[in-house]
């Protein structure tokens, strides 16, 4: 049999990318995952999950509509995990659906096994009777992603410790519940949880969260988080979890203690590696589990084998990871592409939400470039008055000299669909007078744009 000419192991945004645009350039093209069902965490354990989620409670609480009625307002009062879970399943069982529909229409076979390289161009697959089998390729992509890290003295029992994985499972709201961990999928738990009004404390290490987000975002959020009733512990650590009298106590590095029905762990995650004879073939992994790459080509040290999505690390989003797999696919099948903008946004799905692109004041001060900023609060648009908008912000920053934008920065309503303007006239090269020479669409949240190009220009023809 001839060799096939791309297998992805993986069936994630980036296994899934990289087959269709292998496939779309003529190449055969084999998907090999382990899983019970097509999609990767993306789809049944991380982004889409969460993401239903939120949506979810945001509509059942009656969440967007508190400006309006008050903080006690509810669409419908004993929200139960039942109400949450039967969106979830339609949803990803949807999901599932287009994915397999895709691989049918661009003849992309798929193979239910779990994947093992045993030399540089053989592969071999045991499914889950053990029968074992082998493929030949001509080159191969790693999509393989993460799982949650469990360290083992955490005492996950499904009940009263959870990861994020298992946090889906859950079979009735908390009455409280600790997040041990203030990265992206800990944010957006607690603050999922929380909008359902349940008693939420996050745990986190360092001394803020979210540190590569423009601080007066980050400031703004954690002011909203406290003011809803969330304890936020920073510059402290879980140092162990123990499990009594039916609750969860986490005992904190600063000697205090946390007590509270369920804990969700979630300190990072780690490469699925172990089992993918990347040893055998000469590619190394990190203490992580995280595989080294050329930026450009997403080639591994062997150069027909390449790697994409969370297993090469930063910045683990499902939306890199599907672009990493299609740069990866169109090398391997000799069609390179141009290197990426450097830029790309960053989508917070907490409630509220954030959303960034481009250089936080933080990075644009220590550039040494002068800078003016302009702000525009959702209250003060018109569109804000009447969904009820009271909090949310749009930043934008400006270099003083060329005018050009250098990074958007959003708390609130819509920020992860509003922050794709910013991204376009950033990376379009777009400068302040794009925002004050255009008009904007009456009454949107968008308009936003306008009112803080505004706020900028009126300070940079002042100075000027
Ligand atoms: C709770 C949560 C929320 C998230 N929210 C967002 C979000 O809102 N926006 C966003 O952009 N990103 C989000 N992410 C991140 C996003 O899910 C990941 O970046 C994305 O799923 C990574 O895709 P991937 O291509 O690396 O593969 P994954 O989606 O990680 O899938 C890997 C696949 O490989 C398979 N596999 C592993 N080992 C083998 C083997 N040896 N043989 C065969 N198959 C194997 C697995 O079964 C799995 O199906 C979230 C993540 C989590 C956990
Ligand atoms: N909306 C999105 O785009 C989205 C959503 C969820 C996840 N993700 C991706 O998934 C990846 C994993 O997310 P994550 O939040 O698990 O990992 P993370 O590594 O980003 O955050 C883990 C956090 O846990 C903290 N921590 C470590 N040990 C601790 C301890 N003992 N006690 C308390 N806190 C501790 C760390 O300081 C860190 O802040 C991220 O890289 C992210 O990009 C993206």
Same mark, same amino acid.
């Given at each position: 049999m001839d060799p096939i000419d791309l297998v992805v192991v993986g069936s994630g945004p980036s296994g899934r990318r990289a087959a269709i645009q292998a496939a779309k350039l003529g190449r055969s093209v084999v998907v090999v995952d382990r !899983?019970?069902?097509?999609? !990767?965490v993306s789809v049944h354990t991380g982004t889409i999950p969460s993401k239903t989620l939120r949506e979810t409670v945001l509509n059942l609480s009656g969440w967007r509509e508190r400006g309006f009625y008050g903080r006690g307002y509810r669409v419908k009062q004993d929200i139960s995990i039942s109400d949450l879970v039967q969106r979830l399943h339609k949803t990803l069982d949807h999901e599932v659906e287009v994915l397999q529909h895709q691989f049918m229409r661009n003849s992309v076979r798929s193979i239910r096994s779990t994947a093992r390289f045993v030399e540089p161009h053989k592969l071999t697959l045991v499914n889950d009777h053990g029968d074992t089998s082998t493929l030949h390729f001509e080159n191969a992509l790693i999509s393989v992603g993460t799982r949650p890290h469990r360290p083992k003295e955490v005492p996950f029992d499904r009940k009263y410790v959870f990861d994020s994985d298992e946090m $889906? /499972? #859950? /079979?009735r709201l908390p009455r409280t519940l600790t997040v041990v961990g203030g990265g992206v999928i800990g944010v957006e738990y607690a603050t999922i949880f929380s909008a359902l009004d349940v008693p939420v404390t996050l745990i986190e290490p360092? *001394? @803020?969260? $979210?540190? %590569?987000?423009d601080r007066e975002i980050v400031d703004d959020f954690i002011h909203q988080m406290r003011d809803r009733g969330m304890q936020i512990r920073l510059g402290t650590a879980a140092k162990s979890i123990e499990v009594k009298n039916g609750q969860a106590e986490v005992t904190l590095t600063d000697g205090r203690m946390v007590r509270s029905e369920v804990v969700l762990y979630a300190a990072g995650r780690s490469g699925n590696v172990e089992s993918l004879g990347l040893d055998v073939v000469g590619i190394e992994t990190d203490n992580r589990g995280r595989v080294k790459v050329d *930026? $450009?080509?997403?080639? @591994?040290?062997? *150069?027909n084998i390449y790697a994409a999505g969370?297993? #090469?690390? %930063? *910045?683990?989003l499902a939306s890199t990871a599907m672009e990493q797999g299609r740069v990866a696919a169109c090398h391997a099948c000799g069609a390179s592409l141009p290197p990426a903008p450097e830029t790309f946004p960053y989508g917070i799905y907490a409630v509220p939400e954030i959303s960034t692109v481009g250089q936080p004041e933080e990075e644009v001060r220590k550039s040494g470039v002068p800078y003016e900023i302009g702000v525009a609060r959702f209250r003060e648009t018109s569109r804000g008055h009447i969904m009820g908008v009271d909090s949310g912000f749009l930043k934008l920053i400006f270099d003083q000299d060329t005018r050009r934008l250098l990074g958007a920065h959003i708390v609130g309503e819509g920020a992860t669909e509003l922050i794709h303007i910013g991204q376009a006239v950033i990376n379009l090269g777009g400068t302040v007078d794009f925002f004050v020479n255009n008009t904007f669409n009456y009454p949107t949240l968008a308009e936003a744009y306008k009112i803080a190009g505004l706020d900028a220009w009126n300070r940079m023809a002042r100075a000027s």
């Open positions: !899983g019970r069902r097509l999609g !990767g $889906l /499972e #859950i /079979e360092r *001394p @803020t969260i $979210l540190d %590569f987000i *930026p $450009l080509t997403f080639q @591994t040290t062997v *150069p969370d297993v #090469i690390g %930063f *910045p683990s």
